[in-house]
């Protein structure tokens, strides 16, 4: 793993603060759609925690033997009628985030180009046209893809988190917090693998940078090329960055499907505890 290190520059944090901060100012303009969307997103994690309510109830019902089927009817349809607010969230905050995202896209593309066309004639003579165009295409894309559905999920996941926690708390305070010293074992292990998979992603993002603006140089002057005859060499470096590219992904994947893992085993370790803890409090 000493390969996929990269360095670490005691700057690298605090550069960052300035940059959330102009990246958020292309966000600012939707305050109240973004506001929306938190709230679309309490209102998915509140109903997906009474979800487990309403089948814990329905299955009291059932191993309660013969019986009425009036309350089990209800909560079949309190459960229907969940699904359907969950639908409905879901789909206005994934429109609502497109749109921000959409219109926060365009702004930054046109704010890059205007900055690109202020730039001095050495500052193309240090970077490669390609590299250029990799900027503007493929990195604001991840950006895109980022504030559209990743960020989507992160707010849906944290909210659940939040609310699966309160009642859990007003359910069973001794289960609940017995559950989160083993979560707190989670977050450690996975702090640990981060500190493995986190310079391979950046190596791997910037590999790929490098391999797509040289692509993207090489299709755009191949009559030069072609003219010079330098196909082959162009092959060899563009096969060579490849296969570059293709061993730093897989070491990077390989690092995140441990962490998939390591999070399996972690839950199923959960509810082992959880099930003897309450199997002797029952009896």
């Not at 209102?43 to 019986?67: D, H, K, Y």
Request: with cysteine; net charge neutral; proline share 3%.
């Amino acid at each position: 793993m000493k390969a996929l290190q990269v360095p670490q520059d005691d700057d690298a944090l605090p550069s960052m603060i300035p940059t959330v901060k102009r990246f958020m100012g292309y966000l600012s303009p939707h305050k109240l759609k973004l506001a929306l969307v938190i709230i679309l997103m309490g209102v998915f994690a509140l109903i997906e925690a009474v979800f487990s309510l309403l089948m814990g109830a329905a299955t009291n019902i059932i191993s309660a033997g013969p019986g009425p089927v009036g309350p089990l009817y209800q909560i079949i349809i309190w459960l229907f009628a969940g699904a359907i607010i969950i639908w409905i969230s879901g789909a206005i905050s994934e429109k609502l985030l497109s749109n921000i995202s959409q219109d926060a896209l365009y702004q930054l593309r046109i704010d890059l180009f205007a900055h690109i066309q202020k730039m001095s004639l050495g500052f193309f003579d240090r970077r490669p046209i390609g590299e250029l165009m990799s900027r503007v295409t493929n990195d604001t894309q991840v950006i895109e893809q980022f504030i559209s559905i990743g960020s989507l999920q992160t707010g849906q996941a944290i909210m659940t988190i939040i609310i699966t926690s309160i009642v859990m708390l007003l359910v069973n305070q001794s289960l609940t917090i017995l559950s989160y010293i083993v979560v707190l074992a989670l977050v450690g292990a996975s702090w640990l693998i981060t500190k493995t998979s986190g310079p391979a992603f950046v190596l791997l993002q910037e590999k790929t940078g490098d391999l797509n603006g040289f692509a993207e140089e090489w299709i755009s002057g191949s009559k030069t090329v072609i003219a010079c005859r330098q196909q082959e060499a162009a092959s060899r470096r563009f096969s060579s960055m490849s296969r570059k590219v293709a061993d730093i992904g897989e070491k990077a994947q390989f690092s995140a499907l441990i962490s998939q893992q390591v999070s399996n085993i972690f839950t199923t370790i959960v509810i082992v505890i959880l099930l003897l803890v309450g199997a002797y409090a029952l009896t």
